[in-house]
């Protein structure tokens, strides 16, 4: 994996973490100086907001340090019912559950490489594509609206996302994308002509299984994390997480 796409989240949580210091900082003297609590909470979250816009952080993360520090403020001043936090920490381990075993969290691919990896799909003839570990299945979905040529399967073993996955393939996928409950090691990498994965923790194991069953001609594809052999070549992602793509022709 390329050092500065591993540490990308490290940097953006730092800056967070720095960009919440500055704005409790400015509540605390803006309460001291007027006494006032929701002018000091709001000066409190525009400063946060202007350091994570000054230190560049995307808009999504602007927001949250927007937002940060009121809402703070309101679940101290009115706790949530109960329900509430034993729902969300309910869903959140149905998504990221198997990463326990399986040493595969769910971190969705970047919009911007989605249009990466698109150019490198041929857009005059057919073929068959396989993102494993597909998530909730953005990005199958968003390459078979742009290459209609190609026939798209996404494989998940997280419930939730598969269960999405899968609604959303039969409500939108034209047809054109199968999403299967099915772990990766149960499935035949030679029946695809393009298969991308992303995820460090077993990739030299399934780098192997990918170099003994995919075909002279298909291209194995990773987002950031290396495996033991060099690229055929790699394309550069111009997001956030710094990624690169490295493609590999079996
Ligand atoms: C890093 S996420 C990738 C999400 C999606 N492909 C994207 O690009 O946005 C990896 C996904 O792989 C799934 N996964 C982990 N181990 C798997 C396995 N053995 N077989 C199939 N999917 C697996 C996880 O549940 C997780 O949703």
């Avoid at 997280?158 to 939108?172: E, Y």
């Avoid at 950031?224 to 790699?234: C, G, H, I, K, N």
Wanted: hydrophobic share 55%.
């Amino acid at each position: 994996m390329n050092n500065r796409a591993a540490f990308a989240p490290l940097v953006f949580l730092f800056h967070t973490a720095a960009c919440q210091v500055i704005g409790i900082a400015t509540v605390m003297g803006t309460w001291t100086l007027t006494e006032n609590i929701p002018v000091a909470l709001c000066a409190g979250a525009i400063v946060a907001f202007l350091a994570a816009h000054f230190l560049a952080l995307s808009p999504p993360w602007q927001i949250l340090n927007l937002v940060i520090i009121p809402m703070a403020a309101v679940l101290l001043a009115e706790p949530l019912p109960a329900w509430v936090p034993v729902t969300l920490a309910f869903v959140t381990a149905i998504i990221y559950a198997p990463a326990f075993w399986t040493r595969v969290p769910y971190y969705p691919t970047s919009k911007a490489a989605y249009a990466v990896l698109m150019a490198e799909l041929p857009a005059d003839r057919p073929f068959r594509f396989v993102d494993i570990g597909c998530g909730f299945g953005d990005l199958v979905l968003f390459l078979a609206k742009h290459r209609p040529l190609g026939h798209y399967t996404g494989i998940e073993i997280g419930i939730l996302p598969f269960a999405a996955a899968k609604i959303r393939a039969l409500v939108f996928g034209n047809g054109r994308v199968d999403i299967r409950y099915q772990s990766m090691w149960k499935l035949d990498l030679g029946a695809f002509d393009v298969v991308a994965f992303l995820s460090p923790a077993p990739m030299v194991e399934l780098w192997a299984k990918a170099k003994r069953e995919m075909r002279t001609g298909s291209v194995f594809v990773t987002n950031s994390f290396v495996v033991p052999d060099e690229p055929s070549r790699t394309a550069p992602v111009v997001d956030e997480k710094r990624s690169v793509l490295y493609f590999h022709d079996m």
